[in-house]
């Protein structure tokens, strides 16, 4: 199913977890500056990262385009329901436990919705195959391991998860491209670096130093602070997930980067300065005195770094 440029045609998108932080981001871009014409059903459980806010006004600015439903992709029958109701002829993927340090404590939940909640929607989608035009799945670069001081991930990178995370998001990539080798689904997949921008949640390291250094408070960098990051704008990452949707070869695998690479202390560093200039230094001095080095996590990744060619 195409047009004449043979680009995918998509008029009923299911988007879930669209009130996080990359989903909401990629509700805006299709809505306000793509050339999406079709609607949006955006699916979200609305678990603590879930932000409706992030899309206020949606359903008022694009009454025809854009309907949200507080529901879980764990509910199979439901997810079911939603698929017949709205005539899902597309799905974006972006519905997941996504900290690396709740999923050490807690890695039943990421388990549950992370490959089970994968699970129901590709099943909901094979039963309705003969209708579906693609199923994209975001995933993460932390699926490849811990690169040492040279050298990128590349989509023939092999798997190696070192935190219940991951390996959470690992289970759910393996299980994507299977129901395209056993069903013939049609599937894509992203592995994305690190995101920032708008709406992210504050437990992640750029929101979290910027609360906390405007806030005076303790600066946490894990370890020595030299772990390196491939740093992505959140708006980059969804032009890139938009473009793989139209574009993309059934059946493979897309790596998306930022081409920027940092230590976590210099982004640390950068941030205290600029918010030094902007708003003034702290009284007592400097906002980069409140950098606390504290106890690494486990299975920290020391370095990811994305080839993005």
């Given at each position: 199913?195409?047009?004449?440029?043979?680009?995918?045609?998509?008029?009923?998108?299911?988007?879930?977890?669209?009130?996080?932080?990359?989903?909401?981001?990629?509700?805006?871009?299709?809505?306000?500056?793509?050339?999406?014409?079709?609607?949006?059903?955006?699916?979200?459980?609305?678990?603590?990262?879930?932000?409706?806010?992030?899309?206020?006004?949606?359903?008022?600015?694009?009454?025809?385009?854009?309907?949200?439903?507080?529901?879980?992709?764990?509910?199979?029958?439901?997810?079911?329901?939603?698929?017949?109701?709205?005539?899902?002829?597309?799905?974006?993927?972006?519905?997941?436990?996504?900290?690396?340090?709740?999923?050490?404590?807690?890695?039943?939940?990421?388990?549950?919705?992370?490959?089970?909640?994968?699970?129901?929607?590709?099943?909901?989608?094979?039963?309705?195959?003969?209708?579906?035009?693609?199923?994209?799945?975001?995933?993460?670069?932390?699926?490849?391991?811990?690169?040492?001081?040279?050298?990128?991930?590349?989509?023939?990178?092999?798997?190696?998860?070192?935190?219940?995370?991951?390996?959470?998001?690992?289970?759910?990539?393996?299980?994507?491209?299977?129901?395209?080798?056993?069903?013939?689904?049609?599937?894509?997949?992203?592995?994305?670096?690190?995101?920032?921008?708008?709406?992210?949640?504050?437990?992640?390291?750029?929101?979290?130093?910027?609360?906390?250094?405007?806030?005076?408070?303790?600066?946490?960098?894990?370890?020595?602070?030299?772990?390196?990051?491939?740093?992505?704008?959140?708006?980059?990452h969804c032009v890139a997930v938009w473009e793989i949707m139209k574009r993309g070869e059934k059946g493979e695998t897309?790596?998306?980067?930022?081409?920027n690479e940092m230590e976590n202390i210099r982004v640390v560093e950068m941030i205290c300065d600029m918010l030094d200039?902007?708003?003034?230094?702290?009284?007592?001095?400097?906002?980069?005195?409140?950098?606390?080095?504290?106890?690494?996590?486990?299975?920290?990744?020391?370095?990811?770094?994305?080839?993005?060619?």
């Open positions: 199913m195409g047009d004449n440029n043979g680009r995918k045609i998509m008029k009923n998108m299911l988007v879930t977890g669209g009130c996080g932080f990359i989903g909401s981001n990629f509700i805006h871009y299709l809505l306000e500056e793509s050339d999406y014409s079709g609607r949006i059903i955006n699916v979200d459980k609305l678990t603590y990262a879930g932000n409706p806010e992030n899309l206020a006004g949606f359903e008022e600015r694009f009454p025809e385009r854009y309907i949200f439903l507080k529901d879980d992709i764990c509910d199979k029958k439901r997810m079911g329901q939603i698929f017949d109701e709205n005539e899902i002829d597309a799905v974006c993927h972006f519905a997941a436990e996504s900290h690396v340090d709740r999923s050490i404590v807690s890695p039943d939940d990421f388990v549950h919705t992370n490959i089970v909640g994968t699970f129901n929607l590709l099943e909901t989608a094979r039963e309705r195959m003969k209708k579906l035009t693609l199923f994209h799945h975001i995933s993460t670069d932390e699926v490849f391991g811990s690169l040492g001081s040279e050298g990128y991930f590349t989509e023939k990178t092999p798997y190696q998860p070192n935190s219940p995370y991951s390996a959470s998001k690992a289970g759910s990539d393996h299980l994507v491209r299977a129901y395209h080798k056993t069903y013939g689904l049609p599937v894509t997949i992203s592995n994305c670096s690190n995101n920032y921008g708008p709406y992210q949640f504050p437990e992640k390291l750029i929101p979290l130093i910027i609360l906390n250094a405007l806030e005076g408070k303790p600066l946490p960098v894990y370890g020595d602070g030299k772990n390196i990051r491939d740093w992505l704008y959140v708006r980059d897309y790596n998306i980067g930022g081409n200039e902007i708003v003034g230094r702290l009284p007592a001095g400097s906002r980069s005195d409140l950098t606390t080095f504290v106890k690494d996590r486990p299975g920290h990744d020391r370095r990811y770094a994305i080839d993005a060619s």
